[in-house]
């Protein structure tokens, strides 16, 4: 069927209609959740996580050398890519019982200003996601020792993953004073 037109503009106005008149509706704007993600680890038995800026780097435990006259937390000292690095059992120094083995342990390396140290954790479950209206209180569950640096948490498959705050575990003087 071909339709003659008097003018441009007659064919244009009547494309312009029959495409008005078949025209698929725009898709339905999807809600928007925002999201929160962080680095989810294993320390002592508890699921915690701390705020991707608060980590700068995950590792297998380096080789590091033993340093006279530390405390007992204090594992040493390692080189990663020709930075020292100052390495703290996290679980020692918060006195709870550590539970990984060799394999599964890892450190996180915070850099905090001036400050860099490794925090070795039982395990490294990678990045979280978590949506912002899932943050809820802590439980009672949690050790005495880790209450003081975690401000609630995210539910996850049953489990409560408490948020650790590097900042304020590197804020304490007691952290700081390493000399035995």
Known sequence: MTTEFSSPYQ???VLA???RQRAVGLPQQETFEETWTGVGFRLAGQAL?????QVTEILTPPHYTRLPGVKSWVLGVANVRGRLVPL???GAFL???TRGAGRSQRVLIVEQGDLLVGLLVDQVLGMQHYRTQAHQESSDT?????RPLVDGGYQNNNELWHLFSMERLISQEQFMQVAA
């Open 11 to 13: 064919a244009l106005t």
């Open 17 to 19: 209609e029959l495409s």
């Open 49 to 53: 996580v701390s705020p991707m800026h």
């Open 88 to 90: 703290v059992d996290l």
């Open 95 to 97: 006195g709870l019982p």
């Open 142 to 146: 949690l050790p005495k020792a880790l």
